[in-house]
């Protein structure tokens, strides 16, 4: 059974940090680009960061700067280093999993991040 968990949101100042962690079971990270998703409340998902499984990375323009894909395949982690925070980064920040060879793909659950004073 494929899982994703998510870990590391929590309510910070704007300008703090955070590092969000996303834990996968039950698959072989390697041959999966990894993506971090978020949801304003009352708004769209929309996309963060995207890591592929030769490590390139890419943003969106609101992030760039600021926010670090990283991806460990001996742990099958991905992680999101989130700094300079701001209250409109506010969200459900989600992983995902898409296989390279298939599409298939695979969400977690999400976790909350919270910028505010």
């Known amino acids: 059974q494929v899982q994703l968990v998510e870990s590391g949101g929590g309510l910070v100042q704007p300008g703090g940090s955070l590092r969000l962690s996303c834990v996968a079971s039950g698959i072989t990270s390697r041959v999966y680009a990894m993506a971090w998703y978020r949801q304003p409340p009352g708004k769209q998902r929309e996309r963060v960061a995207t890591i592929t499984t030769g490590g390139s990375t890419d943003y969106e323009d609101s992030v760039k700067g600021r926010f670090t894909i990283a991806r460990d395949n001996a742990k099958n982690t991905v992680y999101l280093q989130m700094n300079s925070l701001k209250p409109e980064d506010t969200a459900v920040y989600l992983c995902?999993?898409?296989?390279?060879?298939?599409?298939?793909?695979?969400w977690g659950q999400g976790t909350q991040v919270t910028v505010s004073s």
């Open positions: 995902t999993a898409v296989r390279i060879d298939s599409q298939r793909e695979y």
